[in-house]
């Protein structure tokens, strides 16, 4: 069995900052794309920033230069620091990752963390 455990999230005033990190545990092979999705209410899922095995990233353009995801293959880990933070920012989010148990990958998605920006 695979789990992606997420810690972090919380309140945080505007400007504000916090840091998301997600683990994953389990029986697998590999693991390819790691990254975050948000969600807010009455919106569907987004992505915030993802990457790759390599250390290659992409981020949502809403987050861009705020944001910065990073990731420790060695401990299947990967860290969201979030800066400047706005209540726009305001979702649960949701560690995803691509891995692969046996033959082939599969979407595996953690429970997710509530962020909430306000004064």
């Known amino acids: 069995q695979v789990q992606l455990v997420e810690s972090g999230g919380g309140l945080v005033q505007p400007g504000g900052s916090l840091r998301l990190s997600c683990a994953a545990s389990?029986?697998?092979?590999?693991?390819?794309?790691m990254g975050w999705y948000s969600q807010r209410p009455g919106k569907e899922l987004e992505l915030v920033a993802l990457i790759t095995t390599d250390g290659n990233s992409k981020y949502a353009d809403s987050v861009k230069g705020r944001f910065t995801i990073s990731r420790d293959n060695s401990k299947n880990t990967i860290l969201l620091v979030m800066n400047n933070l706005k209540p726009a920012d305001t979702a649960v989010y949701y560690c995803?990752?691509?891995?692969?148990?046996?033959?082939?990958?599969?979407?595996?998605w953690g429970q997710g963390t509530q962020v909430t920006v306000s004064s």
């Open positions: 389990g029986t697998f092979k590999r693991i390819n794309d």
């Open positions: 995803y990752g691509e891995i692969q148990r046996q033959v082939t990958a599969a979407d595996y």
